[in-house]
């Protein structure tokens, strides 16, 4: 690197093996959405986990909520360049749901997910399967907030964090990739941040 | 002839630095290759120390590029921020960073675009609203666009060249004003907002940016004022 900005410091010193490159920790917990927040009632709220799935089922409020409840004490990454850690997040595991629809197709290679406004975001179905992925209710023990993604958002920790849609109504999985809304918008398709995967690339522009 | 990807970061030096409020400065670096982003799109800065620590944030440009070897970058100092500070107080002219982008394509305007347009920008929101705001004046679009910013104070607004006397720009001061100002003061009412809205010919598109907090009330009063929420692009900070 030929480039030095002489007495430029920053933050460094971050853990390393918590904070991946390029990242800053935060403290607070900005909101970052596309759109205006929607206001979701639980009493007329719904998840449909369909596609290729054995048995398509869709949960209210009530039944979505007697299902057995994992904690993931983990950190999210924004590809905004932020890093909070050590969150507590609850939820149900992705695991259940599809147990619930009856187990995955063979041919269930992608999880396409969509929002009550309609916005998807599409991960590889091994990325949800084993614990690592959940509906989240609650982070820091608290139920989330509407701007958060309440009352239940994906919750895919392991990927930069607008993978993890907010206000999901639908699991759908599929064959066939379906890159989403930031993904065909200029960001990465998978988007792990250990690797700095943060935007798509355009060449000869 | 050379293909460039937007991940790849260059090297861009600093050829001018424009005070534009007290704590926000737009900076123009010449850069290796021309600049042809669209209106509203965004690029990284980093900066190195001596020690190889890195650091990138993203900042919005501001305006759209024109295919000249320059990058007009307007950043504020975030008093608390790892890069704006040292963007702000330290880079003077001659001094390189390096930069990359351009990124994200969807709170971006071009041209091409034939709905009447709607811009709320709140504090250092407006960056790129100006860069979509002058693109549209620069073209030959004959679609309305009109901008409503909110500032705290006559100070802290950008662009008052831009700004201050055009026809189609509302300035709320929500702090305090000068007292020759006769202009709108106090925070963003949902009856400003439906005048405005009501001053176009068809029903706008738009455009919301600034403090997250900002974006949600405008968002909502915008929708209480007969706006879809599919027609709403927001983009949020802080």
């Known amino acids: ?205 | 002839m050379s293909t460039f990807s937007n991940n790849d970061w260059f090297e861009a030096t600093v050829k001018k630095i424009i005070d534009e409020s007290p704590t926000v400065k737009t900076f123009v670096f010449s850069t290796p290759r021309p600049i042809t982003h669209v209106a509203g799109q965004h690029y990284e800065l980093r900066l190195t120390a001596e020690n190889g620590y890195q650091a990138a944030r993203p900042y919005s440009a501001t305006k759209a590029g024109d295919g000249k070897k320059l990058l007009t970058l307007t950043i504020m100092d975030v008093g608390s921020g790892e890069v704006s500070p040292y963007v702000a107080n330290a880079l003077v002219v001659g001094d390189k960073v390096e930069i990359r982008g351009p990124f994200g394509r969807f709170f971006v305007w071009t041209p091409e675009e034939t709905r009447p347009v709607f811009l709320v920008g709140g504090g250092s929101g407006v960056v790129p609203l100006h860069s979509i705001f002058t693109s549209h004046r620069d073209s030959t679009s004959n679609t309305e666009m009109k901008l409503l910013y909110s500032s705290h104070t006559y100070e802290d607004v950008l662009y008052k060249s831009d700004f201050v006397s055009s026809p189609d720009v509302t300035i709320t001061l929500t702090r305090e004003h000068p007292k020759e100002w006769n202009g709108y003061t106090g925070r963003v009412t949902q009856e400003l907002l439906r005048d405005l809205i009501d001053s176009f010919e068809a029903q706008p598109i738009c455009y919301v940016c600034g403090m997250s907090l900002f974006v949600d009330v405008i968002a909502e009063s915008l929708q209480a004022a007969g706006i879809p929420a599919n027609t709403i692009k927001t983009e949020r900070f802080g």
Not at chain 1, 19 to 36: F, M
Not at chain 1, 94 to 102: E, K, N, V, Y
Not at chain 1, 143 to 170: D, M, N
């Open chain 1, 1 to 205: 690197m030929s480039i030095v900005n002489k007495g430029f410091v920053g933050k460094g010193g971050a853990d390393t093996h918590r904070v991946p490159p390029g990242q800053s920790e935060v403290t607070s917990w900005p909101v970052l959405t596309y759109g205006p927040t929607p206001h979701v009632d639980t009493k007329t709220w719904t998840l449909t986990i369909d596609g290729a799935v054995n048995t398509p089922v869709t949960l209210n409020w009530k039944e979505f909520n007697e299902l057995p409840q994992l904690q993931l004490l983990t950190d999210i990454h924004c590809v905004t360049r932020w890093s909070k850690l050590g969150m507590p997040w609850d939820g149900v595991s992705i695991d259940d749901l599809i147990d619930l629809a009856g187990g995955l197709r063979p041919d269930a290679k992608h999880l396409i997910a969509t929002t009550v406004e309609g916005y998807t975001t599409n991960i590889p179905v091994m990325d949800v399967l084993n614990n690592k992925a959940m509906v989240a209710t609650h982070a820091d023990g608290a139920p989330l907030t509407a701007e958060h993604g309440g009352p239940a958002r994906l919750f895919v920790p392991h990927l930069y964090f607008w993978k993890s849609a907010k206000w999901i109504q639908r699991l759908t999985f599929t064959k066939e990739d379906h890159p989403g809304f930031w993904e065909v918008n200029g960001y990465h398709n998978y988007g792990d941040p250990w690797k700095e995967e943060r935007y798509s690339d355009d060449v000869n522009f």
